[in-house]
């Protein structure tokens, strides 16, 4: 069975950091794109980061570049969302999922609707 489970939210106060993990099973994560999607209450789904660990090639959103870290272990097939200097708009409930495929134009579109294979979402919650 292809799944991915994410771990590692809670509640931070802002400027804090949390890290988040995906792990996937049924699959190996270096024959996909893994992507961190976030959705906030009224809010569409929007991409944060995606990855390739076939290269490492990574694409982030313009509002968590410079703070957000994606990383994959391939050895426990397992991605992770280091996320620094937390602030409150950062508060929402992160997914992730992946796509078959690793090629730059699928990293870098990073859009959930493409997106096949999704974990059940984890709630980061930034207080001010």
């Known amino acids: 069975e292809v799944q991915l489970v994410e771990s590692g939210g809670g509640l931070v106060q802002a400027g804090g950091s949390l890290r988040l993990s995906c792990v996937a099973s049924g699959f190996t994560v270096d024959d996909y794109a893994i992507g961190w999607f976030r959705q906030a209450p009224g809010k569409e789904r929007e991409g944060v980061s995606c990855?390739?660990?076939?290269?490492?090639?990574?694409y982030y959103a313009d509002s968590v570049k410079g703070r957000f870290t994606i990383s994959s272990d391939n050895a426990k097939n397992t991605v992770y969302l280091q996320m620094n200097s937390l602030k409150p708009e950062d508060t929402a409930v992160y997914y992730c999922?992946?796509?078959?495929?690793?090629?730059?134009?699928?990293?870098?579109?990073?859009?959930?609707?493409?997106?096949?294979?999704w974990g059940q979402g984890t709630q980061v919650t930034v207080s001010s």
């Open positions: 990855f390739s660990s076939a290269d490492g090639s990574a």
């Open positions: 999922a992946a796509k078959y495929g690793s090629s730059w134009s699928i990293v870098s579109t990073c859009a959930p609707n493409t997106y096949d294979v």
